[in-house]
């Protein structure tokens, strides 16, 4: 299986709505990233959490990490097109400033105008 | 945070010749990181490439198939030598960065022919 699992796979929304992505860790997390990616392009950085409780806001973008549960989620308020993408999680699973990241399997959002 | 310049942005090759990707960032860093994303798939890490030592490779990969070099702390290269159609995919260098998590190159996609 794999060390970080997404959820949905894929998700299609109305404009206007809101949605949660979820990522899940088969280990201890000492960080946790998120990412968007538009087709063809590079990754966008969205957030990063590296405390149990955390949570981060940017503009419609809420992200939280439950360190017990090893699971982080990315929440999106009153969804835009500019919303679509796919959103990938990655986790640090050591306690150290250059470890290698690990990422999820992605989330495909569609936001319907 | 570190802006990188990868080069090239996109490049057809012919099976069985090799390509090499090159990775400049504007600061000094301690590890790089290569990955690769196939067409579909999510970022999949190939190696971390410390300055003055061994590239360390991740399950699946060697060093004859991808080489990398590190001659200093702010460039790295991945070679991708004897291609195959299977080793069509976007491959992405990116750095630790303290306050922005993990910033990426903008990705070579190679299609192999």
């Known amino acids: 299986s794999q060390e970080l699992e997404q959820s949905p796979q894929s998700l299609i929304v109305q404009e206007g709505k809101n949605l949660t992505i979820n990522c899940t860790s088969s280990k201890t997390l000492y960080g946790l990233y998120w990412y968007k990616q538009k087709y063809g392009e590079g990754l966008i950085f969205l957030m990063m959490?590296?405390?149990?409780?955390e949570e981060k806001s940017h503009e419609k973008i809420t992200a939280k990490l439950d360190e017990k549960k090893q699971q982080s989620s990315l929440h999106i308020t009153a969804s835009q097109p500019s919303h679509a993408g796919i959103y990938l999680c990655g986790a640090v699973h050591r306690r150290t400033s250059y470890d290698k990241v690990i990422f999820g399997p992605g989330t495909s959002l569609s936001v319907i105008p | 945070s570190a802006v990188i310049s990868q080069k090239p942005s996109r490049d057809i090759c012919q099976r069985g010749t090799s390509l090499t990707i090159q990775c400049q960032v504007d600061?000094?860093?301690?590890?790089m990181f290569w990955y690769r994303q196939q067409p579909g798939q999510s970022l999949t890490l190939i190696a971390t490439a410390n300055q003055g030592s061994e590239a360390t490779y991740e399950s699946g990969f060697v060093i004859d198939k991808f080489p990398i070099s590190r001659p200093n702390l702010t460039f790295s290269t991945l070679t991708v030598s004897n291609m195959s159609p299977e080793d069509s995919s976007i491959y992405l260098c990116?750095?630790?960065?303290?306050?922005?998590?993990?910033?990426f190159g903008s990705g070579t996609r190679l299609t192999v022919v």
């Open positions: 600061s000094q860093v301690t590890m």
């Open positions: 990116s750095v630790s960065d303290r306050d922005y998590g993990y910033t």
């Open positions: 959490l590296q405390k149990g409780g």
